[in-house]
Each structure stands twice: as structure tokens, then as C-alpha cells.
């Protein structure tokens, strides 16, 4: 099967989602533009990524947590990854919709580890642009491809370099995603716990950390704990939400 095949028939798998379609266009358009490369040469990429930024993690050989961070902003590869990750992963693209619903009435955002601005994206939508948006992340390739993507699409976000030494975000938030980040990360329960000290009560937050080394994803750490675990530990209680409780959202009761 070629690429166009592939893309084609994803397509057509979620004709009765026009927005799935339309979000494809856009993001490889977005690829297509911002590398200045043909489309094909962005579809390409993109359904590489996975790979891509795997390969660039190994030859990078990351230990220290400094220099992890250097690998995370160096990486091109982050941007394909996610790109797809975000958007061609049918159960990950509904998901993050989902949140973009349950946060519709948010006044202050925060998306910490914001990849590539897709949850702000999703926010901004769910709001209609009513929201306050804030991204936090490491500065480098991926960060700076966000604020592009964001002021392309006409969207207002506040950018804030991560930094884990020091706790640059100021004030509390009614909604927090924090979506497959902790996994990442050399000390989870420092950042879990900045997360949730800036959440406000009643807030919600919602986290995905799959821990654990793997040949697939050798970026990711392997920890003592599962997300659930160290949730609950750092005060957050969860609650099924979504058809049929599918997905968990985390509630902030003191």
C-alpha cells in the first residue's frame, strides 16, 4: 500500500467524522509548509515519525537529565511523531477531543508538556477562544513548531520555557492535560506535584503516562509507580468520564 493509499484510506474510515478529515489536511499542510516540502514528503514523514524520533533518541544516547532535556529540544522527529500521534491515531485524536468538551467551560489552561499545541488547539475550539491558553514545554525544534502552528491558526497562547530547577508558572488553573509526559521526565513526582500545586480546587486534570522502557519507545523511563498511583498520592481523585466511563479525568478536592 502506498502513502496516499494509506492516508486515503483513513480517510475514508472516518467519513462520518468530518472533522478527522479536515484536521488531517490541515496538519500536513502545516508540515508541508513550515519544512517548505511537498506534501507527499510530509506524509511521509509523519507516518515515519514514530521511528524518526526513536532513531534520533538512540543516536543522541540521552543520561543525565540536562541532557535529555537538549535531546527532547533538538529532536525534529518529536514534530512527525506527534503530528501523528495526535491526529491519525483515531483513539488518541477522540480523546483529546473529549477533553477539549469536558473543559469547555475553563477560563485558564494549562498544557503541560505541550508537544506540538494540539490540546490548545482542542481548547481553544471547546472555548471558542474564551480561554486563556498557556503552553509549557522545553524550548527547542517542537516548541517553537507550536507557537508557529498556534499563530498560524490565529490562537493566542502564552509560551513557557519547562525548567525543572525552578517553578515558572504562576497562578492556578481550572483545567490541566499533561498527557504522555511524565514518562519522559527524570523525576515524575517533582513534576506531578507542581501540576497539582497549581491546580485550582475542583480543578480538573487529565494525565497519561505510560512508564516503562521498551524497544518502540526507548525515551520512555521506567518508574516504581503507575500515573494512578502517583496521583493519588500527590491528592487527586479520579472520575470516570466519556461514554460508558471510558476515559479518567482527576479531580483536585483539597
Not at 81 to 95: G, I, K, P, R, V
Not at 142 to 161: N, P, Q, T, V
Request: with cysteine; glycine share 6%; charged share 25%.
Amino acid at each position: 500500500m502506498s502513502v496516499l493509499d494509506f492516508i486515503s484510506k483513513n480517510l475514508t474510515r472516518y467519513k462520518s467524522y468530518p472533522i478527522y478529515r479536515k484536521e488531517h489536511r490541515l496538519v500536513i499542510q502545516e508540515i508541508s509548509d513550515y519544512f517548505e516540502i511537498s506534501r507527499n514528503d510530509a506524509i511521509r514523514r509523519i507516518l515515519n515519525g514514530p521511528n524518526i524520533a526513536r532513531d534520533e533518541w538512540l543516536l543522541a544516547n540521552p543520561i543525565t537529565a540536562e541532557q535529555m532535556i537538549q535531546a527532547y529540544g533538538n529532536s525534529e522527529g518529536y514534530i512527525y511523531d506527534l503530528t501523528w500521534f495526535n491526529n491519525f491515531s483515531s483513539y488518541e485524536f477522540a480523546f483529546r477531543r473529549r477533553i477539549g468538551e469536558e473543559c469547555k467551560e475553563a477560563k485558564r489552561f494549562l498544557d503541560y508538556g505541550g508537544g506540538i499545541g494540539s490540546m490548545s488547539i482542542h481548547i481553544s475550539q471547546s472555548t471558542k477562544g474564551q480561554c486563556e491558553l498557556v503552553h509549557y514545554d522545553v524550548p527547542g525544534k517542537c516548541y517553537s513548531y507550536a507557537k508557529w502552528r498556534l499563530e498560524r491558526r490565529g490562537i493566542h497562547a502564552s509560551f513557557i520555557e519547562a525548567d525543572d530547577d525552578h517553578d515558572p508558572l504562576h497562578g492556578s488553573f481550572d483545567a490541566i492535560t499533561c498527557l504522555e509526559v511524565l514518562e519522559h521526565v527524570a523525576d515524575p513526582v517533582l513534576h506531578a506535584k507542581r501540576i497539582v500545586r497549581h491546580l485550582k480546587p475542583n480543578g480538573q486534570l487529565f494525565v497519561t503516562a505510560p512508564f516503562g522502557n521498551t524497544e518502540k519507545h526507548p525515551q520512555h523511563r521506567d518508574f516504581t509507580k503507575t500515573a494512578d498511583q502517583l496521583l493519588s498520592e500527590v491528592g487527586m481523585e479520579p472520575v470516570n468520564f466519556g461514554l460508558f466511563g471510558a476515559f479518567t479525568k482527576w479531580i483536585k478536592l483539597r
